[in-house]
């Protein structure tokens, strides 16, 4: 058939003059070239559904990715931006959401989680009914702040930690946590790369930072304060020191019931440098138990102090900013496959987050009763929840695929139990 078209032009070009003769050439030209483009459009169509046949044969998930697809295609976008409000709060509660990792592609997990604007989240859970057809649950939640996957550590810690910093300065205590199950992103947030000038700094280093810059700036320096910091963990009720050999440490309470942790290294500090060779130091030192769900799952808060103490009158504080990497808050997962001492550790880390929150909600609630005896954690970190000018951040962080979202949603409905923002976890969309 390709023959056809020259033919008959050949024979109607004899019969026309030369000027028409190349219109009707141009206009043969371009339909065989219609027809050229018509058939590689439908071998790609025809390629797509091949490609797509295959996905759907790779991946079990491909109706869950379809429909959460579908549902977000009608959403408005409107994510937190580096210049958007700040505002000064007691308690603070954010959520961020990692990307997906290197692993999690190749394995074609689905991420389910959705970050429409600044504030909101939507877990798309994924259900099926009886008759076996599979739809979607939408939870969209409130917070503060909600990180997406594109944020950095820098955006994390201006909305988070950073309004902090002045609250020690007025000789007060600020707290930042970073909550949530293992492999979340906890620790990369608050330790982030640790060698000199790495662009990707975690929250120590930062609020580590801007705390030597305001030492020395016009308005605290006639303060003359002296930067230091300690870092310990707190596993199975034990508080071991991470800047000495994991020494074990006691806790006691002194008659005006201030909470001392004896003999816990402080060192003097003059340089993000020498703060990021101590966390080095430390994190290295830290405690990892072995679980089924992550082998080198963290089972340990690991509480990094910097306090603020006058050179004249040293033996005294004048502020302190804690920032403490919590152990992961999975539970139930690993329990058929662990062992008595996993199953334990699991049972007081419970005990601890559970105290944990208790003790910020009765931050918020001045003259609360403050359970803080009920852990360790809560115990070492007293004044952070007594004192008239504390402040308190958490940061909830959740993993985006499919296979942690039952894990997702019980972070998400602690970090919103923490502070009750007045809509809860909404209504089912
Ligand atoms: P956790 O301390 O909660 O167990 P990690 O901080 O160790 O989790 O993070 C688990 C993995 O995911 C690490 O490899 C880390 O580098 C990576 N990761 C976490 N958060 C992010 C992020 N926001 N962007 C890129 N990679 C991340
Ligand atoms: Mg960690």
Request: glycine share 6%.
């Amino acid at each position: 058939s390709k023959e056809r078209y020259p033919q008959t032009s050949r024979s109607v070009i004899e019969h026309v003059s030369s000027s028409f003769e190349s219109t009707v050439v141009k206009k043969i030209g371009k339909m065989e070239h219609d027809r050229i483009e018509r058939r590689k459009k439908q071998a790609e169509s025809k390629a797509e559904k091949v490609e797509l046949t295959k996905r759907n044969a790779d991946n079990p998930h491909w109706v869950l990715h379809q429909m959460i697809a579908d549902y977000c295609k009608n959403l408005q976008y409107n994510p937190l931006t580096v210049d958007d409000m700040i505002e000064d709060r007691l308690i603070t509660v954010c959520v961020r959401k990692r990307p997906l990792n290197k692993n999690e592609l190749i394995k074609k997990e689905v991420d389910v989680i959705t970050v429409p604007s600044k504030n909101q989240l939507i877990v798309h859970e994924p259900k099926t009914k009886v008759d076996l057809t599979k739809y979607l649950e939408n939870h969209l939640f409130k917070f503060d702040y909600t990180f997406n996957e594109t944020c950095n550590n820098e955006i994390v810690y201006k909305y988070t930690a950073q309004p902090l910093i002045k609250t020690i300065f007025e000789g007060g205590f600020a707290t930042c946590f970073a909550y949530g199950q293992t492999g979340s992103g906890k620790t990369y947030t608050m330790s982030g790369d640790l060698f000199r000038n790495s662009p990707n700094k975690g929250i120590y280093a930062m609020a580590a930072t801007d705390i030597f810059r305001l030492v020395a700036s016009a308005r605290y320096k006639h303060l003359n304060l002296i930067v230091t910091c300690s870092f310990f963990e707190i596993y199975s009720r034990k508080v071991l020191d991470l800047l000495n050999r994991k020494g074990d440490l006691k806790i006691l309470e002194d008659g005006k019931q201030q909470v001392q942790v004896v003999g816990l290294t402080e060192k003097v500090v003059s340089s993000v440098n020498e703060v990021l060779e101590l966390i080095h130091q430390g994190n290295t030192a830290r405690t990892s138990g072995q679980t089924s769900a992550n082998e080198n799952s963290s089972r340990s808060h690991a509480v990094f102090q910097i306090y603020l103490r006058p050179a004249k009158k040293f033996h005294t504080l004048h502020g302190k900013f804690s920032l403490i990497d919590l152990a992961g808050n999975e539970r139930g997962a690993d329990t058929l496959s662990s062992t008595k001492v996993t199953r334990m550790e699991g049972g007081e880390i419970n005990k601890s987050l559970l105290a944990l929150k208790e003790c910020i909600r009765a931050l918020g609630r001045k003259g609360a009763h403050l359970p803080f005896r009920l852990s360790k954690l809560t115990q070492v970190l007293r004044d952070s929840f007594i004192g008239s000018n504390s402040k308190t951040c958490m940061i909830a962080m959740v993993s985006p695929g499919v296979s942690s979202c039952e894990n997702t949603l019980n972070t998400l409905r602690y970090a919103d139990r923490v502070k009750e923002l007045g809509g809860g976890e909404l209504q089912q969309l």
